[in-house]
């Protein structure tokens, strides 16, 4: 993270914000923050922080720089994952940020120009020019027509969500067919466990890489094929990670974006968890574990991250997949899908796995049966809690 008593950029951003974004003027006035902008690391870290809740609540003109009212601003809605939509304004000169972003990782990860890219999406962006060789298909389309439409274009490069593209692999199993030959496969928007890099690996016979993004940053960190750790995708992001209660394994992701002015974002908190390797030069990001929101909640106030749980079940034999859902009482929900006929002994395995992490003083009911994932297109969360909160 840079030095905000150095970093000229991050000064003048918060500067600007103190004065001419109505959000900030109010976020910040109680706390001390001056005009102009930090004088150091401590004075940054005591910046309050903005949540989607906040974001929310604020009317659009005020999160918007009061300079730049009416001039052409690009609006788009976040997947809503967390509850409901949210509003995100942008200026083009943060859009090129990201976008040249998206590009270099895609180019880190194998991609080369000229290759033609499939991509399934909710949404489409028609500001890439025509050379660029991308076709979008909608991830609310079912399984077997996304399957067509990748055998007819055949496509170097595959990109979609992660339970799109499983359910694609899957298609291709059940059919016994084998997918077009393809250089690269690009999974994003929810967690990629080592269970599920495996799934794809399998049902697609081509190198993976994982995206990292929200709606109000763009791409935020890659993995390309085979490497352990994440590559941040823009120096004009600063990322900072903050400790959770009583939890070691994960921590808590906060984002600036010194490259958008027009609707700054300081000092946001994501919501979502990361996972650090504090044994490599750096510290690098080895895994996005979940969102903060989804830690299972014990009766002492501590929390337990997402990544625990999932470290626990993933190689539990005979385990197709699985839903862990904590109640408002604090008891435990767990539906498994299972490969074989032993469902009484990997009940019970999962049961144990669980109060290993847990301990025992949670009730934990487990039943195998077929998880339901929701709609085309929504995200999957396999792990969540309703304790504490409204879910």
């Known amino acids: 993270m840079p030095d905000p008593a150095v970093d000229p950029k991050l000064k003048r951003l918060m500067t600007d914000a103190a004065r001419h974004v109505a959000l900030y003027r109010r976020l910040w006035g109680d706390s001390g923050i001056h005009f102009d902008g930090p004088s150091s690391a401590a004075d940054f870290e005591r910046v309050p922080l903005l949540d989607k809740a906040a974001l929310r609540a604020a009317a659009p003109e005020d999160r918007v720089d009061d300079r730049r009212h009416g001039r052409n601003v690009v609006k788009e809605l976040s997947s809503g994952s967390s509850g409901e939509p949210l509003a995100v304004f942008s200026d083009r000169a943060a859009w090129l940020a990201r976008h040249w972003a998206f590009l270099r990782a895609l180019l880190a990860c194998g991609y080369r120009p000229g290759q033609r890219c499939l991509l399934l999406t909710s949404r489409r962006s028609a500001r890439w020019p025509a050379m660029a060789r991308l076709t979008y298909a909608s991830i609310t389309e079912d399984s077997e027509s996304l399957a067509q439409q990748l055998k007819a274009l055949r496509p170097q490069i595959l990109y979609g969500p992660l339970s799109t593209l499983e359910l694609l692999a899957k298609w291709f199993t059940a059919h016994a067919e084998r997918p077009p030959e393809l250089a690269l496969v690009v999974s994003t928007a929810e967690q990629l466990t080592h269970g599920r890099l495996a799934a794809l690996k399998q049902g697609f016979g081509a190198p993976i890489a994982d995206f990292y993004g929200m709606t109000e940053f763009g791409l935020v960190a890659y993995r390309p094929p085979?490497?352990?750790?994440?590559?941040?995708?823009?120096?004009?992001?600063?990322?900072?990670?903050l400790p959770l209660p009583g939890e070691q394994a994960s921590e808590q992701l906060v984002?600036?974006?010194?490259?958008?002015?027009?609707?700054?974002?300081?000092?946001?908190?994501?919501?979502?968890?990361?996972?650090?390797?504090?044994?490599?030069?750096?510290?690098?990001?080895?895994?996005?574990?979940?969102?903060?929101?989804?830690?299972?909640?014990?009766?002492?106030?501590?929390?337990v991250s997402p990544y625990r749980i999932d470290v626990a079940l993933e190689y539990s034999p005979g385990l197709r997949a699985f839903e862990v859902v904590q109640r408002a009482d604090f008891s435990i929900d767990v539906m498994l899908e299972v490969a074989d006929e032993d469902a009484t002994r990997i009940c019970a395995f999962v049961k144990e796995k669980l109060e290993s992490v847990l301990g025992s003083g949670y009730p934990i009911r487990i039943v195998a049966g077929t998880i339901n994932r929701g709609p085309p297109g929504s995200k999957f969360r396999p792990i969540r809690s309703l304790a504490g909160h409204n879910g």
């Open 226 to 241: 085979g490497s352990p750790v994440y590559i941040p995708a823009r120096a004009s992001l600063i990322l900072e990670f």
């Open 255 to 303: 984002i600036t974006d010194l490259a958008e002015r027009t609707s700054p974002l300081i000092r946001y908190d994501t919501g979502d968890l990361a996972r650090r390797d504090r044994e490599r030069t750096g510290c690098p990001i080895v895994e996005f574990a979940g969102r903060s929101f989804d830690c299972l909640r014990l009766a002492n106030g501590q929390l």
